[in-house]
């Protein structure tokens, strides 16, 4: 059974940073890619990034780009989203999700993704 666990969110000041982790249950999480996706009140779920099984390729967000790194840590099962610079727009509830398939190209859209977590809040105050 594949569980998936959010953790670092909170409430932080605009130009702060925030690091999430995502612990994924389960063998073989490192034969998958995981992404973060995030909501905003009254907003759908958006693909916020996304790495893959071999820890070389990333895919972000143009809105994200340069402000966010995602990284993974195998031996750990362990997916981060690293934040900088945040500002109120990135104020959302941040969801981790492990792909539905091992091989083929990230996923962007959430079609993609078969395991997820409830989600951790992020708030960023102006």
């Known amino acids: 059974q594949v569980v998936v666990v959010e953790s670092g969110g909170g409430l932080v000041q605009s130009g702060d940073s925030l690091k999430l982790s995502c612990a994924v249950s389960?063998?073989?999480?490192?034969?998958?890619?995981v992404a973060w996706f995030r909501q905003a009140p009254g907003k759908e779920r958006e693909f916020v990034a996304a790495?893959?099984?071999?820890?070389?390729?990333?895919r972000y967000a143009d809105f994200v780009k340069g402000r966010f790194t995602i990284s993974r840590d195998n031996a750990k099962n362990t997916v981060y989203l690293q934040m900088n610079s945040l500002n109120s727009d990135d104020t959302a509830v941040y969801y981790c999700?492990?792909?539905?398939?091992?091989?083929?190209?990230?996923?962007?859209?959430?079609?993609?993704?078969?395991?997820w977590g409830q989600g951790t809040q992020v708030t960023v105050s102006s």
């Open positions: 999700a492990r792909a539905t398939a091992i091989f083929g190209a990230i996923p962007v859209t959430g079609q993609g993704y078969l395991y």
């Open positions: 389960g063998p073989t999480l490192s034969q998958y890619t």
């Open positions: 790495i893959n099984r071999s820890n070389d390729t990333r």
